[in-house]
């Protein structure tokens, strides 16, 4: 069949859930059985979300081909299990440097560049990038998020472009428009005039949308409903409300149960068939609803936002709910973490993340919560600087090395056991430039780790920094009782460190959180969180 293109836009307000949606919507279309694929347009002018500060724009994604991403690829991937690319990134940055660059080398013929159609017919090509494929690898479904909100300037061409396509595409094209119903607490009343206005201003610009979904706090009824559906030229049955539910992965079943999917394919002349059973799902659902002892897990780190560790946090819920709990994440802002504070502030956990992280804020708390932690033998994973602070801390505490630190922190110290990896010393841009993507990763025969991926010798994770152990004090860490058990075979570099002799105290200089999903949790958070349930006294 043809390609089919889902377009999820957003009106009244950010942070609607777009993503969440436009996931859910993919996970069920999957369920039917058709190959699919996400991708998130953003509308601001950086190349990509790399430079930006997590408290701009919460945490950054890496893909597995080494591209710095939205964070709503992060949920992409949990939901659907794709492996996402560059290509499902688009931001406004990188469509203006391709067509700046294409009137460099004299592409458009002397002509004038505009907005429109230059700009615009990049964006469609973004689009449509990979429908040219037939057969096995083939897209039967590209779901496309715009982000942002309408009416927003920086959208604009990507409107255009959207309702370019729709007028070329025919019933090839569906446009599912997420919006607001706020309710007035002092008028007792939901109120749809928000989502009324975010409709009209998407038909100023010619586009109609065919589903729309109403994102509430409070359950609405049919007649609110069909009062949307008349006001805003749209059918009954493709009005859906998208309630604030206990978990976000419970959103794929309500509006499966809604109709979203089967409206979907309806509009763009498929027939509907089945309603999918997603046993696997609703089997997760059913052991996270029974979920009832908690277990409460540090995550020490610098930014207390809850999206800067967004992958984190969810793998860490999906491997408690696979363990039968409900992990309770508590921030440790590693800036208040101080040999006076530490054991009041992690006393009681039953677990330690040590959060990834650049620059040197909040590094001495994240070393002295590693000492804590590794001294009173509490379950701890470190991730990427995270790894890095355990390793210092033992240099420091273990190993006798006063002024051990990276030469990221410290550029004169004497004991230099984090170091900047050999390629990056002549790096000068920022932008794009760590180490980035999936690399291998040999594990040691016998070695936690080598257990905890099921006995399997290599293993390929995702990777986002630009320091490293340095390998002249390898030695003496395996001596001391730091055991470097996963080498990356081609460049002889550190990737995961272990102590055996603690119940569970591993740092990866690698991010697994990037790999977890619903249906398969990563195994190091797996094992971590069963560590953390065996550890509450």
């Not at 067509?99 to 017919?121: A, C, F, M, N, S």
Request: hydrophobic share 35%; charged share 25%; glycine share 8%.
């Amino acid at each position: 069949m043809d390609t089919k293109y889902v377009f999820v836009t957003g009106g009244v307000v950010s942070s609607l859930g777009k993503g969440i949606i436009a996931a859910s919507i993919g996970k069920l279309l999957q369920a039917r059985g058709y190959r699919v694929t996400i991708r998130k347009f953003d509308p601001y002018i950086n190349i990509d979300p790399g430079t930006l500060n997590p408290y701009e724009h919460g945490e950054c994604y890496v893909t597995d081909d080494g591209f710095e991403t939205d964070l709503d690829l992060g949920h992409y991937e949990r939901f659907t299990g794709i492996r996402t690319t560059r290509n499902n990134s688009i931001t406004t940055g990188r469509i203006y440097k391709a067509v700046i660059d294409r009137e460099r080398r004299g592409d458009y013929l002397g002509k004038t560049v505009q907005v429109v159609p230059h700009v615009t017919d990049e964006i469609k090509r973004r689009i449509m990038m990979g429908t040219s494929d037939k057969g096995s690898d083939g897209l039967d479904f590209i779901i496309i998020e715009v982000g942002g909100t309408i009416g927003d300037i920086e959208s604009a061409p990507f409107m255009e472009a959207i309702r370019q396509l729709r007028w070329e595409l025919g019933r090839n094209a569906v446009c599912v428009h997420l919006t607001y119903v706020p309710y007035l607490k002092a008028a007792g009343e939901l109120k749809t005039k928000p989502t009324q206005h975010s409709v009209k201003e998407l038909q100023s610009m010619g586009i109609q949308p065919d589903i729309l979904v109403l994102r509430t706090e409070r359950h609405l009824d049919d007649n609110l409903r069909m009062k949307v559906a008349s006001f805003c030229n749209v059918d009954l049955e493709c009005v859906v409300q998208s309630e604030d539910m206990p978990s976000i992965y419970e959103v794929p079943v309500s509006i499966q149960r809604q109709g979203l999917d089967a409206a979907i394919m309806r509009k763009t002349g498929i027939p509907v068939g089945e309603t999918p059973a997603m046993k696997p799902w609703h089997e997760f659902l059913d052991k996270q609803r029974h979920a009832t002892r908690e277990v409460s897990i540090a995550l020490v780190g610098k930014y207390d936002l809850q999206d800067a560790y967004k992958s984190i946090r969810e793998s860490l819920n999906l491997a408690g709910v696979y363990n039968d709990v409900k992990v309770k994440v508590r921030f440790v802002n590693s800036e208040e973490v101080t040999a006076e504070s530490v054991a009041t502030l992690l006393g009681g956990m039953a677990g330690v993340v040590i959060c990834p992280g650049f620059g040197g804020r909040g590094i001495e708390g994240k070393i002295t919560a590693a000492e804590y932690s590794r001294t009173h033998d509490i379950p701890t994973f470190g991730i990427c600087l995270g790894m890095q602070m355990m390793v210092i801390e033992f240099a420091r505490n273990v190993l006798g090395y006063q002024d051990a630190n990276s030469t990221e922190m410290s550029a004169d110290t004497t004991h230099p056991v984090i170091d900047l990896m050999e390629e990056q010393k002549t790096v000068t841009n920022l932008g794009g430039t760590m180490r980035l993507g999936s690399y291998d990763c040999e594990l040691t025969e016998g070695s936690r780790v080598y257990d905890v991926y099921g006995k399997t010798s290599i293993v390929r994770e995702r990777h986002r920094h630009r320091y490293e152990l340095n390998n002249t004090y390898k030695e003496e860490y395996e001596q001391a009782g730091m055991k470097c058990v996963g080498i990356n075979p081609a460049a002889d570099l550190v990737e995961i460190v272990e102590i055996p002799d603690k119940r569970w105290y591993i740092g990866t200089q690698f991010h697994p959180e990037y790999s977890s999903t619903v249906l398969h949790p990563h195994p190091l958070f797996m094992s971590f969180v069963k560590a953390c349930v065996g550890s509450e006294k």
